[in-house]
């Protein structure tokens, strides 16, 4: 965009005869006409031999306009042209400034309209001529091109093009704009173009940075939106001009894109798009959030997305490790609120942007999907769904051995794992860190028939590295039923007695008194003990497989029996070990 500049008022005074000459511009509708008999002309005869199609404006009196032109006498002979001095002709019409023909001969023009003017004597230079120039009683024929046309009560003239379905803001005094542009004057000839410079023009409106008329052509525009300017002189460059490329007094005419607009006021704006009944926990700082999101820029262009990945942005907020922006704007989240960030340049990437998808200066927007968050001091969120309609006097605990279904989800809905899929409950001891503490915790204080709702924090589940289908730093939500539940034996036994054991224990495993207990021996005797109600084995294990384990334990040489000196309880063991310790 060429830089604005104070407009002129002033005329460039050419030498009378010359000024007699180019002062060709005014659009008229003469309706030239010779007299009866092929008499002498009685007014201007105009020839248009090219009309263009679209004509939004045409000629009156008072108007200033630009034109080239070529004048010749009736033989061919040429007396003066506009092309000659590579100056186009730029004045006022129908004020006396031109000769009469050419003033009438100019009214009601378009353009890029071409016309011959035919000009008799008494409406050109009349019966005295121009001395070595144009004889007397001559008359004049010009081929005239339209240029430009404008009045000095002319205001900036916008049209929309294309307007978006949706404006989230519209351009006010103030704004900082990103915007591209074709810039050219009213007969068409380009004079500048941002897309030639591969980048948006970008500046302050009503600051005194841009013209006049592309101030005012700008406001209230929207990002995305399309819009035909056209600027008087006296809005643009006035007299003149600029450099090379603008002619003094030209009209011009901008085709605009809005890219984006923001004021350096402007905070973070917030659009809720989905909001999930029943939250009860919306994000704060400090909260470690997983979300999906598309970035685009304000005229809709993506500039990044986490869906392409296929991998949640996971990260701390509140904490800086993202843009000022994203930090405030995540704030307030639901899991599985769908949101739209809108976030100002000088809270995202600034006047520099980054890497070659966000140029500078650039509003981002943000939709954001949040899958879900949590605080590392979090702990298991339990919400009992029913409880079995009989009384419960005895709930799962530390030890206990249970039997439970359960579906495991993500917050978002997305399923992980069922124990439905088995066709089998789940079998755990609890505390025994067989499953993740979260699960694990959930599920205790349970009564048989009771369902819950678990939500388990990622430091209570799988933590940052995930698992088999389970992501990093991932919330997951189960849903339990306990089938049912044996009591669970103290860390390190498989056999425990209801009361006392046997006083001579060895003598009652030793069936055939032969003083060696075998296998079999020992399995029969710790067989009917949990059978007759004296005992009970290990719970959740194939019996014979406890039974076995117990038995290699006793046989302390290996050589398949036990002796009433290789027999110990493990009470007793653990007392030894006591001692020896001390």
């Known amino acids: 965009m060429l830089p604005a500049g104070p407009p002129s008022h002033t005329f460039r005074w050419l030498p009378l005869l010359q000024l007699l000459l180019l002062l060709v511009q005014a659009v008229g509708r003469g309706l030239g006409r010779a007299s009866p008999a ?93 001395a070595g120039l144009i004889p007397p009683d001559a008359t004049l024929y010009f081929d005239v091109v339209l240029l430009d046309v404008w009045n000095k009560e002319d205001t900036v003239q916008v049209s929309t093009l294309l307007r978006p379905p949706h404006c989230p803001r519209m351009v006010q005094d103030g704004d900082f704009v990103r915007y591209h542009y074709n810039g ?103 909260d470690f959030m997983r979300y999906h999101y598309n970035g685009s820029l304000m005229d809709g262009t993506l500039f990044d997305s986490s869906y392409s990945r296929n991998h949640t942005y996971n990260t701390y907020i509140g904490q800086g490790y993202i843009i000022s922006g994203m930090d405030q704007g995540l704030q307030g989240a639901c899991m599985g609120e769908r949101r739209r960030i809108t976030i100002p340049p000088h809270l995202a990437y600034g006047e520099n942007g980054t890497g070659d998808k966000i140029p500078g200066s650039a509003v981002l927007i943000f939709d954001v999907h949040i899958i879900d968050f949590h605080n590392p001091a979090d702990p298991v969120e339990i919400k009992t769904l029913s409880r079995p309609p009989e009384a419960c006097n005895e709930t799962s605990k530390v030890g206990d051995f249970v039997r439970y279904h359960y579906n495991c989800s993500l917050l978002d809905g997305t399923k992980l794992f069922s124990s439905h899929d088995y066709g089998a409950p789940q079998e755990v001891t609890l505390g ?119 038995f290699q334990n006793q046989d302390r040489n290996q050589d398949g029996k036990v002796t009433a000196e290789e027999l110990k309880l493990k009470s007793d063991e653990d007392q030894e070990l006591v001692h020896e310790e001390l």
């Open 432 to 550: 025994a860190n067989k499953v993740i503490t979260g699960l694990d915790t959930g599920l205790q204080g349970m009564c048989v028939g009771e369902k819950r709702q678990l939500v388990v924090p990622p430091h209570l589940a799988h933590g940052e590295s995930g698992a088999r289908g389970v992501p990093g730093s991932a919330v997951l939500l189960f849903e339990v039923e306990l089938v049912s539940r044996e009591e669970g034996l103290p860390t390190g036994y498989l056999f425990v007695w209801h009361n006392d054991p046997p006083a001579n224990l060895f003598e009652y495993m030793d069936l055939n008194k032969d003083g060696e207990v075998p296998l079999e021996e020992f399995s029969t005797f710790i067989k009917a003990q949990v059978n007759e109600g004296k005992g009970r084995l290990m719970p959740g294990q194939d019996p014979e497989k406890t039974i076995g384990d117990m």
């Open 38 to 130: 092929g008499g002498p002309l009685e007014d201007v005869v105009i020839e248009r031999y090219h009309i263009p199609k679209a004509c939004p404006r045409e000629v009156q009196m008072g108007d200033f306009v630009r034109y080239h032109y070529n004048g010749t006498f009736e033989d061919g002979k040429k007396f003066d042209s506009s092309y000659d001095r590579s100056s186009l002709v730029a004045i006022v019409v129908g004020v006396g400034r031109l000769i009469t023909g050419m003033d009438r001969g100019l009214m009601g023009m378009c353009v890029n309209e071409r016309r011959r003017l035919i000009v008799p004597p008494h409406l050109g230079y009349g019966s005295i001529g121009v």
């Open 184 to 286: 050219t004057l009213l007969d068409g000839t380009a004079f500048d173009s941002s897309y030639g410079r591969g980048g948006t023009y970008d500046t302050y409106v009503g600051s005194g940075w841009l013209i006049k008329g592309m101030d005012q052509g700008l406001l209230s525009m929207c990002p995305g939106e399309r819009r035909k300017i056209v600027i008087p002189p006296f809005l643009a460059y006035g007299e003149k001009g600029y450099g090379t490329v603008i002619p003094p007094e030209a009209s011009l005419v901008f085709h605009v894109l809005l890219i984006d607009v923001h004021n350096p006021k402007d905070t973070v704006q917030l659009e809720t798009l989905e909001l999930p009944p029943g939250c009860v926990r919306r994000a704060m700082d400090g």
